[in-house]
């Protein structure tokens, strides 16, 4: 392994890539195998005689070495890796990735409590050596706490805030009060007056506290004398209004942009997630680049043999997609 | 491997375990190795030459054989093996727990969206072979549906409601309103009136609702025609008043009940989430019985090569403590 540490925060390192790459794209490595949809080559499958831990890394490996030098930072989901008992891909992936010099944000959506939030973080931080992760703050600070005490200096965590599937309004959108004066029993009952926060609201203002610990504070430019933080959220391209909002909660934590291609988003969308200074979002998108060999334009050009190309041509186009309508609105800094 | 399937459904076959063993324990793996507090026997530790793999394997599965014959199931929490890179060891684990005729829940609080969920649900359950899973559902139902899609027939799954520990209200106890005529823009307004509830409840009635799908639907023999359902729900020992609110939001689902003993829950504490008829609730403790050989009053009658024997006397002390609270409610199904 040859990893370079630029600076003492996640936030600063992820700056730094996006100011080098001159991109705010995300890559997912998310691998599927066998089925009708998006799926790892018949040829990789043969070669790896269907191991696959084999396959899986073969894949994966050919989309970094495509897309690595405008890619700040990849993201598996630990899901496909559990899935596929691949655990050990996931591991060499991870490695990989850091040998090419670029960031690690591993996808897992982890969440519990005390010792138990403890354990997650170590396994995540200690045996998976990614840079950050993302978690479900449903379980509230005393899930996040022990998790944030764990994680090692120059880590990020990113909360799950508005997630970009249809659904997530039924609890994230919900307008929500505390009325401590209210009985239990009171579980229906009607107010006056009250001030209302809708939930995903309340968990950015959540991320916005826990991420003030100065543990957790990059040195950078922005802001006067106070960096990005290197706890961050997630709120979906699919929902551009919320996300104009949520970033008016927190300017100096990160976003993290998920359902940009195959879930929807555009370009357009995600420009509400950036700050002026052009810093403060990464755009993922998984699908669209891990399979791009099987999608139009690319399927026209590439054969599936040549699916690291193609993801290398889609990941291109989403950089300069983003870069355009970044440019646009004035807010790009590199 | 040797598993009898008695019912075609989890929440039948749970009923069966309960009625036969006379007991609603449910009994936690939750390895822990080295530092301070409680951990796995040094004698342990020793004989699996610090191989984390074998020592958690032997710990495992000498818990499970002092304590399944009053054990209806057992919950591994999967972060432990993942912080060991021990999941061979969970896979044993379960294996045995299976060969042992007990059923097992693992613990893993899993939630993403999509096809992700699908590769969840297909880890959890093809791969370690779980009966039932502990899922978050803070993203909504297009987060539960295609994990329910995917997860077989016969299998539980379990959400949580209100968490043990004690900063869950910051979400959970939030009073939630859907008010869809108010603009995005509008996240904090004031309303004159309006028809309230807790986040928690709002997630209790998406359960019920979520359960009544008929594959989910075992035959039982309460309420009427319909048995139990197969979907369950968590709210901790730690809140027994909110308990008895959910329980009766949800009276044909599972509540898993963690929270007792290390956390603070009482035997007393948790009759609010059984039924009537005796069913309806599992009791979880983890450490108190893992490593009761290091605890009052065990530790003076067993030395840490008897950690074995102290947990199955932890565990017969729970299920009489347990069946006592419930006898004097006259809520005891056997």
Not at 4 to 22: C, G, P, Y
Not at 106 to 132: C, P
Not at 165 to 186: A, T, V
Request: glycine content about 10%.
């Amino acid at each position: 392994m040859n990893v370079k540490i630029f600076h003492k925060s996640f936030s600063d390192n992820l700056i730094e890539q996006i100011k080098r790459k001159k991109s705010i794209i995300c890559v997912g490595l998310d691998p599927r195998i066998g089925g009708s949809g998006s799926k790892i080559p018949q040829n990789i499958m043969e070669r790896a005689e269907n191991n696959y831990n084999d396959a899986i890394w073969e894949f994966n490996k050919e989309i970094i070495d495509h897309t690595y030098e405008i890619t700040p930072v990849f993201k598996p989901n630990i899901a496909f890796y559990e899935r596929y008992s691949a655990l050990d891909a996931l591991k060499k992936t991870i490695d990989y990735i850091h040998e090419k010099n670029s960031l690690v944000l591993l996808d897992a959506k982890r969440n519990d409590i005390g010792s138990t939030a403890e354990a997650y973080a170590s396994a995540i931080f200690d045996n998976f050596k990614a840079d950050a992760v993302t978690v479900n703050g449903y379980l509230g600070s005393d899930g996040i706490a022990p998790f944030l005490r764990y994680v090692p200096e120059g880590k990020g965590v990113i909360v799950l805030i508005k997630t970009s599937n249809k659904s997530s309004g039924e609890f994230q959108d919900l307008f929500s009060i505390s009325i401590p004066d209210i009985p239990l029993s009171g579980i229906e009952t009607t107010i006056e007056k009250g001030l209302l926060v809708r939930n995903y609201i309340q968990m950015a203002r959540l991320i916005k506290e826990w991420g003030e610990n100065p543990k957790f504070v990059g040195e950078g430019n922005s802001y006067g004398k106070f960096g990005y933080s290197d706890i961050g959220g997630v709120v979906g391209a699919t929902f551009p209004e919320q996300m104009q909002l949520v970033r008016k909660e927190i300017p100096r934590n990160f976003i993290l942009i998920p359902g940009y291609g195959s879930q929807g988003g555009s370009a357009k969308d995600i420009v509400n997630g950036v700050n002026d200074d052009g810093f403060g979002a990464i755009v993922n998108a998984s699908r669209s680049i891990n399979f791009a060999y099987q999608k139009s334009p690319y399927k026209d050009e590439f054969d599936e043999t040549e699916f690291g190309a193609a993801a290398g041509k889609a990941a291109k186009d989403m950089q300069e997609a983003i870069n355009q309508e970044l440019e646009k609105s004035g807010k790009i800094a590199y």
